[in-house]
């Protein structure tokens, strides 16, 4: 399976999720790979800084618009998409799942809702919610709108975390909310 993370606006908690949910997949005994498809290399960066200490125990791939295009169905394999260009769309269509994530704040739900539109309807795909803030109107609003438009979505939000913003560079020791997203996103993966 291949799972591209994608949305058109930046900042939304892309390459986190993308690290985290290779994380979950390798807690569980999934080989997995992480292909890193933003020319700004953050993911790469990541891997790079947590080989100092202790290492990303999956592999962290460079990927261009080519190399996309040709990622092997032979293990899962998740793209950490850039927010516009010919790379993202190379992964947007390879891809058999995409996971959309956004924050609770309704400017970026507005660029989900454009992302969402965009999408290869043949793949399965559903917006993460990702750093959000507990019991706020905002998080509330944004989980209302969403299903009112009939969004798909994880049941499961990724809360605010400083541990989640602190673990850049690092082997995140503790998955989380992404376990369980993870969990949901094997069986919803099925289409
Ligand atoms: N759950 C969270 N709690 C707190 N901070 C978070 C959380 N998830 C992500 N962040 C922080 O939000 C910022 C943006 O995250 P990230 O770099 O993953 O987004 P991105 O969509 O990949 O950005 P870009 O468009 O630049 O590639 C980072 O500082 C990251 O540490
Ligand atoms: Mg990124």
Do not use: H
Not at 34 to 39: G, S, T
Not at 95 to 106: C, N, R, T, W
Not at 178 to 189: A, H, I, K, N, R
Request: charged share 25%; aromatic share 8%.
């Amino acid at each position: 399976m291949r799972i591209a993370i994608a949305n058109r606006k930046g900042g939304c908690a892309k390459t986190t999720s993308a690290v985290y949910l290779c994380m979950a997949a390798w807690m569980r005994g999934i080989p997995v790979r992480l292909y890193d498809a933003d020319p700004q290399g953050s993911a790469t960066l990541w891997y790079d800084l947590a080989s100092d200490d202790k290492p990303l125990p999956f592999d962290v791939i460079p990927a261009n618009v080519r190399s996309v295009s040709r990622i092997p169905d032979d293990c899962l394999s998740v793209i950490d998409c850039p927010a516009d260009g010919l790379a993202l769309n190379a992964a947007l269509s390879v891809a058999d799942m995409i996971i959309v994530p956004s924050s609770d704040s309704p400017l970026d739900v507005q660029q989900t809702y454009e992302t969402m539109k965009s999408l290869n309807p043949s793949a399965v795909s559903r917006v993460l919610l990702t750093r959000c803030e507990r019991n706020t109107v905002s998080f509330r609003l944004t989980v209302d709108s969403l299903d009112d438009a009939g969004v798909p979505r994880f049941s499961d939000a990724v809360w605010k975390r400083q541990a989640i913003k602190n673990a850049f560079g690092m082997r995140p020791p503790k998955l989380y909310e992404y376990g369980s997203v993870f969990s949901d996103l094997l069986v919803g993966g099925k289409k």
